[in-house]
């Protein structure tokens, strides 16, 4: 079965001004940038884009700047499923449908509680999906406020069936997507890696592509592992040794790190975060992420991009 979905997603950020407002030139702007480097979808209104501290309103005009900017260039997913009780999840999901999006991303943790099991979530899946049977669905195994790992036997039925053609995998375990690989081999639900570690052998073993936070900084070269690994076998180990050690920025000072990034590079943007505390970008950050615009240079110059 053909699948909609493949190639490099970057985790849109949301930058915002000192006074934190949305700033939505930087978002036009990022747009672009991520389709100049390489991007073949964004992520948009996800963890990385501080979701969870958006208002539904902020949620909305942000996924449609991204929309109007985009221009069908790309693909566009989104998510802003944040909400805890069923009715109001259904509101946020209704209101995102209506935009012009090429999938609705559902996040698992918000589908059941951290102690519920794997029948509740998919109760409560099936029920959404019931409901918005004219939607195009994704999934998103969200770590925050708890991680929630969707079971092969769901992914081999959802991809089966048809409901679901889109998963960011944050399993972070080769032997995980070397079963999923298996599980929906035969359908048309695209496996999307966001761990670098993992990222090149799971393209090997069959996923279609990679949708994660590094994408932020240096997605032009994820776009030359995601089209090389099979021409360039040894030059891509290399590469993906490189974007593992890189990857450990997203531990640090995550968002305000890839916003300080921008705005050393190609796109001013203020550093104001809602989610995390500011003070982690501290001088230590600030040097990493120097050396880290020294490193990526370097890399594209060996990789001629």
């Not at 449609?64 to 499923?81: F, L, M, P, Y």
């Not at 509680?113 to 669905?137: M, Q, W």
């Not at 690989?181 to 279609?208: E, K, P, R």
């Not at 090389?228 to 450990?248: C, H, M, Q, W």
Request: charged share 25%.
């Amino acid at each position: 079965m053909k699948k909609q979905f493949y190639g490099c997603y970057p985790t849109m950020i949301t930058p915002f001004t000192s006074s934190n407002k949305v700033d939505y030139e930087a978002i036009r702007k990022m747009v672009n940038w991520y389709i100049d480097h390489g991007a073949d979808g964004i992520f948009a209104v996800c963890l990385s884009s501080e979701m969870f501290h958006l208002s539904e309103d902020e949620k909305i005009n942000i996924a449609q700047t991204i929309i109007d900017e985009n221009d069908h260039r790309i693909k566009i997913v989104a998510s802003g499923h944040t909400a805890d009780k069923e009715i109001d999840q259904l509101k946020q999901l209704e209101a995102m449908s209506r935009l012009d999006i090429d999938a609705l991303v559902l996040v698992s943790n918000r589908l059941a509680k951290k102690d519920e099991d794997d029948a509740v979530l998919e109760k409560n899946y099936h029920k959404i999906v019931s409901t918005f049977p004219e939607i195009t669905f994704g999934m998103y195994e969200c770590p925050y406020p708890y991680q929630k790992l969707l079971s092969t036997s769901f992914l081999s039925q959802c991809g089966l069936d048809g409901s679901l053609t889109f998963l960011k995998d944050v399993s972070c375990s080769l032997k995980i997507q070397e079963q999923r690989v298996q599980a929906v081999s035969n359908s048309s639900l695209s496996l999307f890696n966001a761990n670098t570690s993992t990222l090149l052998d799971s393209l090997i073993m069959g996923y279609d592509g990679y949708n994660g936070v590094m994408a932020n900084f240096h997605i032009d070269i994820y776009k030359w592992l995601y089209l090389n690994y099979k021409k360039y076998p040894e030059k891509a180990r290399e590469v993906s040794d490189f974007l593992t050690i890189a990857g450990v920025s997203e531990t640090r000072a995550y968002p305000m790190n890839a916003k300080y990034h921008f705005n050393e590079t190609d796109i001013p943007m203020d550093i104001m975060t809602r989610s995390k505390d500011m003070s982690m970008l501290n001088e230590n950050s600030i040097h990493e992420v120097a050396s880290l615009i020294r490193s990526e240079k370097r890399m594209r110059e060996y990789l001629s991009i």
